[in-house]
């Protein structure tokens, strides 16, 4: 069984301040991790994923990731916040398979003016 | 424009009654997912298909039913027996394997008075 868990179900930075969101996972099997964004009553949009390439992973609007293995880690980034970057984010884990994806409950990224 | 359809944006029901959602999808993918959102809780897994006519339970399958007649078109049924129904569905497809982005739709936010 697979599992993710997101430290901090909000998350207040400033406006230029460094973004930094927590996942770490569970997984019986070289995970596949992603992570997504959601603005308020939309779906769910790709910010990155990691398939076993590089650790180092760089996604939309400025946003990167590194996945850890030791410490089954895989923690968002984003030097510099701007306010359009409010929103739920998402940390999720795939076992490799087409059988649905399993997601952390969520962090609420607040950007202070 | 590819992408997923999801209808309608805001439903309501008395309790009691069955309602259908709807979720097409023109990307040409295999695979379709149902989520069911609540606030804090993340995303949960309900039922998927990775083909035609064959779909599979998901962590919480009780209450729904699903069909896929076409490859297109992937309905959820909330039945009666659902004991909290209230939420936001969320239809999701991709190609096939686990390294392919899952791709969201709009959502429907389901209310039962």
């Given amino acids: 069984?697979?599992?993710?868990?997101?430290?901090?179900?909000?998350?207040?930075?400033?406006?230029?301040?460094?973004?930094?969101?927590?996942?770490?996972?569970?997984?019986?099997?070289?995970?596949?991790?992603?992570?997504?964004?959601?603005?308020?009553?939309?779906?769910?949009?790709?910010?990155?994923?990691?398939?076993?390439?590089?650790?180092?992973?760089?996604?939309?609007?400025?946003?990167?990731?590194?996945?850890?293995?030791?410490?089954?880690?895989?923690?968002?980034?984003?030097?510099?916040?701007?306010?359009?970057?409010?929103?739920?984010?998402?940390?999720?884990?795939?076992?490799?398979?087409?059988?649905?994806?399993?997601?952390?409950?969520?962090?609420?990224l607040i950007i202070q003016p | 424009d590819g992408g997923i359809t999801q209808s309608p944006k805001y439903l309501f029901r008395k309790e009691g009654q069955n309602v259908t959602l709807s979720c097409e999808q023109n990307l040409n993918h295999d695979a379709m997912y149902w989520y069911r959102q609540d606030p804090g809780q993340g995303l949960r897994l309900i039922y998927y298909s990775q083909i035609v006519n064959d779909f599979q339970k998901g962590d919480i399958a009780e209450g729904y039913s699903v069909s896929r007649e076409k490859k297109e078109s992937f309905p959820l049924t909330v039945t009666s027996a659902q004991k909290n129904p209230t939420a936001f569905y969320l239809c999701a497809s991709q190609t096939g394997g686990g390294t392919d982005t899952q791709y969201f739709g709009p959502g429907t936010r389901l209310t039962v008075l």
């Avoid at chain 1, 019986?28 to 779906?43: A, E, H, I, R």
């Avoid at chain 1, 739920?88 to 952390?104: H, I, K, M, N, Q």
């Fill in chain 1, 1 to 108: 069984a697979q599992s993710v868990t997101q430290l901090g179900s909000h998350v207040s930075v400033s406006e230029g301040a460094l973004v930094l969101l927590r996942c770490n996972y569970s997984s019986s099997v070289p995970p596949y991790l992603f992570w997504y964004v959601q603005y308020p009553n939309q779906g769910l949009q790709l910010l990155l994923k990691y398939t076993s390439a590089a650790t180092l992973v760089k996604g939309i609007n400025g946003f990167e990731a590194e996945f850890k293995k030791s410490e089954t880690s895989f923690h968002l980034t984003k030097p510099s916040a701007h306010m359009s970057d409010a929103a739920e984010y998402f940390c999720a884990v795939s076992d490799r398979g087409a059988d649905g994806l399993t997601f952390g409950k969520g962090t609420h």
